[in-house]
């Protein structure tokens, strides 16, 4: 079992830039395959970015692809998502999530963290 804790996020004018940290407990952190959704008002959770459980592969959503980057730090038990080139339309409760698999549904996730709060105003 993991825990899961999101920071990071913050008010930030569009073209801004945040960095999103996910940190995780557990021994079998380096495991799992990583996720990262997001939830805007009214909207349904939907897929950002996603990372294997190495690092060496990554999957972005179209509206984000080319701005974020989703990275990891096994020994730190820390998931990263740098979000560069931020819109209003960013604007969204962050999560992230453990799972096996690198897939961008919800139900391929066990854990979720309680998501962090990103706006970014124009």
């Known amino acids: 079992q993991v825990q899961l804790v999101e920071s990071g996020g913050g008010l930030v004018q569009a073209g801004g830039s945040l960095r999103l940290s996910c940190a995780a407990s557990?021994?079998?952190?380096?495991?799992?395959?990583m996720g990262w959704f997001r939830q805007g008002p009214g909207k349904e959770r939907e897929f950002v970015a996603a990372i294997s459980w190495s690092g060496g592969s990554t999957y972005y959503a179209d509206s984000v692809k080319g701005r974020f980057t989703i990275s990891r730090d096994n020994a730190k038990n820390t998931v990263y998502l740098q979000m560069n080139s931020l819109k209003p339309e960013d604007t969204a409760v962050y999560y992230c999530a453990a799972g096996y698999g690198v897939v961008t549904t919800r139900k391929g996730y066990d854990y979720w963290g309680q998501g962090t709060q990103v706006t970014v105003s124009s």
């Open positions: 557990g021994r079998t952190f380096s495991s799992y395959d």
